[in-house]
């Protein structure tokens, strides 16, 4: 049995004609869920955030192709190939960031390009097979994770984490939040401090539900309070996701985890970035050369649909920042847990 059915709700799932997704923009108040049948409404709910986190964004994309393709019926196999490069293309420029949809929809492709002698009808099937594999290989590579970073957490210790990297963020039980149910399920008390992580906060509108849904012990503070609970409560280790990681072992986030690595690196506590396989960039050498998605501005002005800024300000609002390599501890993947070349 996968620890993923100990949970008590399902982010996205596969009913033969659609992907029923959990509408994340109605949570905590709202379980609701969203039967998308067609490639607009995977389009926007990715954009907008219904369905968000690295590999879950990844799963949902290699289903649209699969609702994308079936809209349409093709008389040669030439214009299959004609939507599928306009379905792929649109599923690629809903966020920049997150390295997982890029992936998943390469898998998607490539799937195509080894069918070249295949009509339409049979290529569907294989993207079907496809997109089921990408999701089935990601509830495997959470379970994994789990498994390993739980060996990294002891009986009674405290874990801070940022935005939600947990079972709402794929499609298993999450990476960082994976970890700490993994532990739980083993019998180990763990506490959890969960950044609200403004703008719009995956932390405590996500991070607190889901853990409150297990059962875990989780405690909300604002962004701001961070340091001062590293430096007054017992904090054993921080524990985040990643959108995409560099070659450098550069990782992007959402934002305000550079701020809390800076904050760990300066009280001694142990920052540890949790991540499939599937996060890793081996194109992209440095941190830097990763695109930030920059969103829209009401996310910072508005606060669940009241204006907390006048109007007219000038506003910045990156979607996700860039922790150098130097402050991570180490990198928990399916295949273990590797120390960063920075602390060996
Ligand atoms: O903007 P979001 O909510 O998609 O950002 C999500 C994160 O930053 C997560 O930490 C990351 O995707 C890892 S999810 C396992």
Redesign the pocket.
């Known amino acids: 049995m996968l620890m993923l059915d100990k949970l008590k709700f399902k982010t996205l799932e596969w009913t033969g004609d659609s992907l029923r997704i959990l509408d994340?923009t109605r949570l905590p108040n709202e379980v609701t869920y969203l039967d998308c049948t067609k490639l607009e409404d995977v389009v926007s709910a990715i954009r907008n955030?219904k369905v968000?986190?690295?590999?879950?964004?990844g799963i949902s994309a290699a289903f649209g192709v699969v609702i994308g393709i079936n809209e349409q019926e093709f008389s040669s196999r030439h214009e299959f190939e004609q939507r599928l490069d306009h379905v792929i293309s649109a599923l690629a420029n809903t966020?920049p960031?997150?390295v997982?949809l890029f992936w998943a929809l390469e898998r998607m492709k490539e799937v195509s390009g080894r069918s070249k002698e295949k009509d339409p009808e049979q290529v569907v099937q294989l993207l079907l097979q496809e997109a089921i594999s990408i999701h089935e290989e990601d509830k495997w590579m959470?379970e994994k994770i789990g498994e390993f970073g739980a060996d990294l957490l002891k009986d009674g210790d405290t874990v801070l984490t940022?935005?939600?990297?947990?079972a709402l963020?794929?499609g298993g039980i999450?990476?960082?939040?994976g970890i700490i149910y993994t532990a739980t399920w083993q019998g180990k008390r763990i506490s959890v401090f969960a950044d609200e992580?403004r703008p719009?906060l995956?932390g405590a509108r996500?991070t607190v539900w889901e853990l409150q849904q297990q059962g875990v012990d989780v405690t909300l503070i604002c962004d701001n309070m961070a340091a001062f609970v590293m430096k007054k409560k017992k904090i054993d280790c921080i524990i985040?996701?990643?959108?995409r990681i560099a070659t450098n072992g550069d990782v992007?986030?959402?934002?305000g985890?550079y701020n809390v690595a800076i904050l760990a690196n300066f009280h001694k506590i142990p920052f540890y970035v949790?991540?499939?396989s599937s996060?890793f960039d081996p194109a992209i050498s440095k941190g830097d050369d990763i695109i930030i998605?920059e969103?829209g501005c009401e996310e910072v002005t508005d606060c669940f649909g009241s204006k907390i800024a006048p109007s007219g300000v000038k506003i910045y609002s990156p979607?996700?920042d860039i922790t150098p390599a130097e402050l991570v501890t180490a990198y928990i993947t399916e295949k273990g847990v590797q120390s960063s070349k920075f602390n060996v």
């Open positions: 994340q955030l968000r986190g690295a590999p879950a964004i966020r960031t997150a997982n959470c940022h935005c939600n990297a947990g963020a794929t999450g990476t960082a939040l992580t719009v995956q996500l985040v996701g990643a959108d992007a986030n959402k934002i985890t949790a991540a499939p996060s998605e969103r979607a996700f």
